[in-house]
């Protein structure tokens, strides 16, 4: 499951079993150092198309999905040093940011929501002794604890409104299969199963459906994914400097 792409051990939060936890700050994000891209929701085109290229994925195009570009190669995530630190500036998608909490579905038949908090029991900054409490000494919510789940509401309705999004590419017929050949010295580097706008079918809609997306927001993100292409280079330049290190190191070795 995509939702859980970075948990070790998601557990559901339970106001008993987890009534003594604490949370110490997330202080890493090696979590993610090798998550080579990590979907993304519409509403967050606008700000992550200054640093990383947007695309769409999925075995099909009635399946496909947002996705922000973090490395272009298997297990590697350009954004992230070997100590877990983002690089400085970019954009963390709020994927990354929601850890080490989730919002995950429920099995088929399960009782109650149909969404339900989880936790990674694996995360090193849980604990009952230092950082914040989840729950108050009256097994209420603490604060901290409101603001993860508020935030992870708050991803959930985008995620619900981009799907909405989607649907309307599909409907349009605006995506198109793509594939990206970059030539890096004497090796190359595919990209394959992946989706784009096709701008000349973008253009080619009537003026109701222009009008249409402009309204609903949908038209900007679009345009945010087409601006977004241009950072290939910026993340083959990443893999450069990245190449680089990894050179240095073997010599130095």
């Known amino acids: 499951m995509a939702e859980v792409l970075f948990y070790e051990r998601p557990v559901p939060l339970n106001r008993n ?25 519409g509403a967050e085109f606008a700000v992550a198309a200054r640093d990383m290229m947007i695309v ?21 995530n350009l954004y992230v ?11 963390i998608p709020a994927f990354v940011r929601r850890y080490p909490f989730v919002l995950a579905e429920k099995p088929a038949g399960a009782e109650g929501d149909d969404f339900t908090v ?23 919510n603490s604060e901290m604890l409101t603001k993860a789940v508020g935030f992870l509401g708050e991803f959930q309705d ?8 989607m649907e309307q590419l599909v409907k349009h017929d605006l995506l198109e299969p793509r594939s990206l050949r970059l030539e890096k010295g004497n090796k190359t580097i595919n990209l394959n ?9 973008l253009r080619a809609l009537d003026a ?19 601006l977004s292409l241009v950072n290939i280079d910026r993340v083959a330049q990443r893999l450069s400097v990245r190449e680089q290190g990894e050179a240095a190191n073997t010599t130095t070795n």
């Open 208 to 226: 109701a459906t222009t009008h249409e997306l402009l309204v609903s927001g949908a038209m900007g993100w679009i345009y945010a994914h087409l």
């Open 193 to 201: 199963g992946l989706f784009m706008v096709n701008e000349d079918k």
């Open 158 to 165: 985008q995620v619900a409104r981009t799907k909405w999004f």
């Open 56 to 76: 769409f994925g999925g075995k099909t195009i009635a399946e496909a999905g947002p996705l922000a570009v973090l490395g272009l190669r298997e297990n590697e």
């Open 81 to 91: 040093d070997a100590e877990g630190r983002w690089e400085r500036d970019a954009y």
């Open 118 to 140: 989880f936790l990674d029991e694996a995360y090193s900054g849980f604990n009952t002794s230092e950082g914040e409490r989840l729950f108050k000494e009256d097994g209420s």
């Open 17 to 41: 079993a987890h009534k003594d936890l604490r949370l110490k700050p997330l202080e890493s994000l090696k979590f993610a150092i090798s998550a080579h891209s990590v979907p993304l929701t």
